[in-house]
């Protein structure tokens, strides 16, 4: 599976950026996309994720209501649009993936997930 990430840069506190996710080589039809981030000298951690076939998003408590996740299964494709970005969401953004499973919730460990596209940077100044 490859996962090809876009849409970081530099943008001010109360901004906005979209990323995007685009997948190809999934051998499984039923899949959860989603998007981890690292700050400097932190842990990654989990930002939101998408179910490709059933509905159900998850989200991490600190972006609810400020980001906002999306699909379209035509492209193989998801999408994290991020507005009143803070300084505190500066990270390296990481696209994942894993194959779905329809009996447990969207996971949010990141040792859960199966593949990893490269990160994209988002920086957002004070």
């Known amino acids: 599976v490859q996962l090809q990430a876009s849409g970081g840069g530099l943008v001010q506190a109360g901004g906005s950026l979209r990323l995007s996710c685009a997948a190809s080589?999934?051998?499984?039809?039923?899949?959860?996309m989603g998007w981890f981030r690292q700050a400097p000298g932190k842990e990654r951690e989990f930002v939101a994720a998408?179910?490709?076939?059933?509905?159900?998003?998850r989200y991490l408590d600190s972006v609810k209501g400020r980001f906002t996740i999306s699909k379209d299964n035509a492209k193989n494709t998801v999408y994290l649009e991020m507005t009143s970005l803070k300084p505190e969401d500066t990270a390296v953004y990481y696209c994942t993936s894993k194959p779905e499973n329809t009996m447990r919730p969207i996971p949010t460990n990141e040792y859960d997930y199966t593949d990893w596209g490269q990160g994209t940077l988002v920086t957002v100044s004070s």
């Open positions: 080589g999934h051998t499984y039809d039923r899949w959860i």
């Open positions: 998408i179910r490709r076939v059933r509905t159900g998003v």
